[in-house]
């Protein structure tokens, strides 16, 4: 059974940083994509980050919706079965409830999320 859990939301003042963790159980995920989602009140779920599955390279792939490219970073340990996001300065409107996610084959699996509030 693959479980995912996120760790490392809170409340942070505008430019500050926090470490989101998602620790995922069940399998291994190295050949996997994994990332990070968000959804704010009142707003639909939307992507945030993702990495390539690296089974069988070295290159680490990335991407980043515009909204958050060149604050946010994630990055992932295989042999923590683990994917982190790092948030940098953090703006309010980043405010959301941060979920994790894992492609296994063709299905996505999902973790509970994380809140991250950003106050002005």
């Known amino acids: 059974q693959i479980q995912l859990v996120e760790s490392g939301g809170g409340l942070v003042q505008a430019g500050g940083s926090l470490t989101l963790s998602c620790a995922a159980s069940?399998?291994?995920?190295?050949?996997?994509?994994m990332g990070w989602y968000r959804q704010a009140p009142g707003k639909e779920r939307e992507f945030v980050a993702v990495?390539?599955?690296?089974?069988?390279?070295?290159?680490?792939?990335?991407y980043y919706a515009d909204s958050v490219k060149g604050r946010f970073t994630i990055s992932r340990d295989n042999a923590k079965n683990t994917v982190y996001l790092q948030l940098n300065s953090l703006k309010p409107e980043d405010t959301a409830i941060y979920f994790c996610?894992?492609?296994?084959?063709?299905?996505?699996?999902w973790g509970q999320g994380t809140q991250v509030t950003v106050s002005s």
């Open positions: 996610y894992v492609k296994v084959v063709s299905s996505d699996y």
């Open positions: 069940g399998r291994t995920f190295s050949g996997s994509d």
């Open positions: 990495t390539r599955g690296t089974t069988g390279t070295s290159v680490f792939y990335a």
